[in-house]
């Protein structure tokens, strides 16, 4: 005969299998607790390190290929600065225009130590390079013939007419023609992008009034402490004036002419001399770093970085 089973036995059997099942039930959930926190945690250094790494690499380049060692100990000085412990910073110059910095730290985690994982690496890379620029943003109305520049030498950005015919003396129609366009593009720079390749219109005549009000508006706008310099200038100086360069001979242009880019040279802007048909614009060539795009492939001086990786 069967043996009847008490209800009480039921009921004593199901709650040990319902105890069971709550502590497997924990057991998962702490494991998805132990997944979405620690991975939050990893996840958030991993972006601080990426940051890091981004901020290091873009800071170094700006010292190559002239300062291969420079360059490095200024990356690792921009990753220290963003939380970076200096014995987890590598670099490393592929090239003579590129730098790699590689970065980790070990992150301490919560919820993991149940399964006896205390701790992960976590590293990040980021590769810059830099090279002549091949588009800029902000070029000055004036544009110079393809030449060698020398560091520090004063040059003639916007010569006078003289008794010059050929109607051109160094003025650009950049984004429109006349003199209230060429006037507002000296005060601002040309609010528009300018490409190595492209060909641009000139803007003849002298236009001393436009020039003149122009360059000492420009000039009027550095409020730097000690003034700045050629040799030492403000990254926002508005003295400094990126300037197209073209393969033109001045003597050969007549009337309005199109000129074909081929770099951009940075010049510090030293003043206007000269009124009416005497009217010059000088500037000393300087070596400047843009936010342009690469491309360009002469040195003019003018270069621009970007992250590879």
Request: with cysteine.
């Amino acid at each position: 005969m069967d043996r009847v089973i008490p209800v009480s036995e039921v009921l004593s059997d199901k709650k040990g299998s319902i105890i069971v099942f709550v502590a497997l039930a924990m057991t998962v959930l702490l494991g998805f607790a132990a997944i979405v926190v620690d991975v939050g945690i990893l996840y958030f250094n991993r972006v601080a390190l990426s940051n890091a790494a981004d901020a290091a690499a873009l800071a170094g380049v700006q010292e190559l290929p002239a300062n291969p060692r420079q360059a490095e100990a200024k990356a690792v000085s921009y990753a220290v600065k963003n939380g970076v412990e200096k014995s987890r910073i590598t670099t490393a110059l592929p090239d003579s225009h590129s730098i790699r910095v590689t970065v980790s730290r070990t992150v301490p985690l919560g919820f993991a130590r149940i399964f006896g994982i205390a701790s992960s690496d976590v590293g990040a890379s980021a590769k810059a390079r830099i090279g002549a620029v091949g588009a800029v943003w902000g070029a000055a109305p004036f544009v110079v013939p393809d030449q060698e520049f020398v560091y520090g030498e004063s040059y003639t950005l916007k010569y006078g007419g003289g008794e010059g015919e050929h109607g051109n003396f160094g003025g650009l129609a950049l984004g429109g023609r006349g003199a209230g366009n060429y006037e507002d593009n000296i005060k601002h720079g040309y609010q528009g992008w300018l490409r190595v390749g492209e060909w641009q219109e000139t803007e003849p005549g002298n236009m001393s009034g436009p020039t003149v009000r122009g360059v000492e508006y420009r000039i009027s706008q550095c409020h730097h402490s000690p003034p700045c310099t050629f040799d030492h200038c403000a990254k926002d100086c508005p003295r400094v004036l990126l300037v197209p360069v073209a393969d033109f001979d001045p003597e050969e242009l007549h009337g309005r002419s199109k000129v074909r880019l081929v770099g951009f040279a940075a010049f510090f802007l030293e003043g206007v001399g000269g009124h009416g048909n005497k009217c010059e614009v000088t500037g000393r060539f300087i070596r400047w770093a843009v936010d342009g795009e690469l491309g360009g492939a002469g040195d003019y001086g003018v270069v621009a970085s970007r992250l590879e990786e």
